[in-house]
C-alpha cells in the first residue's frame, strides 16, 4: 500500500475516533442522553467503518441501552487507537 494511501486511511481513521470521542464525552456528561443526537453525530462513522472487517462486528446503534453503547463505543475508540497508532508507525 502506498504512503499516500494510508495517510488517507489514517485520517479517516483520526476522524472516525475523534467522532467518537465527541458522542462518549455527550453520553459521559448527561444524565440523559439524547439519542437522537448520538445517531444523527455516529451515522456517517458507523457507515464508513462498517465496510471495514476489524471495525464491523463493534458497529451497531440499534437502540437506546445507553450503558451498552458506552461500552461498545469505548472498545471501538479502543481498537481505532491501536489502527492508528499501526499505521502512524508504518510511515516513519
Known amino acids: ?3 499516500a494511501k494510508k495517510f ?3 485520517q479517516d481513521l483520526i476522524l472516525a475516533k475523534t467522532s467518537i470521542e465527541k458522542v462518549l ?3 459521559n456528561s448527561r444524565e440523559k442522553p439524547i439519542f ?3 445517531k444523527r453525530e455516529l451515522n456517517e462513522t458507523i ?3 462498517s465496510k471495514d472487517e476489524k ?3 463493534k458497529v451497531k446503534l440499534v437502540n437506546e441501552a445507553i450503558e451498552s453503547l ?4 469505548e472498545e471501538l475508540r479502543s481498537l481505532l487507537e491501536k ?3 499501526e499505521i502512524y508507525k508504518s510511515l516513519k
Not at 458506552?70 to 463505543?73: P, V
Open 1 to 3: 500500500m502506498s504512503e
Open 8 to 10: 488517507l486511511i489514517l
Open 25 to 27: 464525552l455527550h453520553i
Open 36 to 38: 437522537s443526537w448520538i
Open 47 to 49: 457507515r464508513k467503518l
Open 55 to 57: 471495525f464491523a462486528p
Open 70 to 73: 458506552r461500552k461498545s463505543l
Open 83 to 85: 489502527e492508528i497508532t
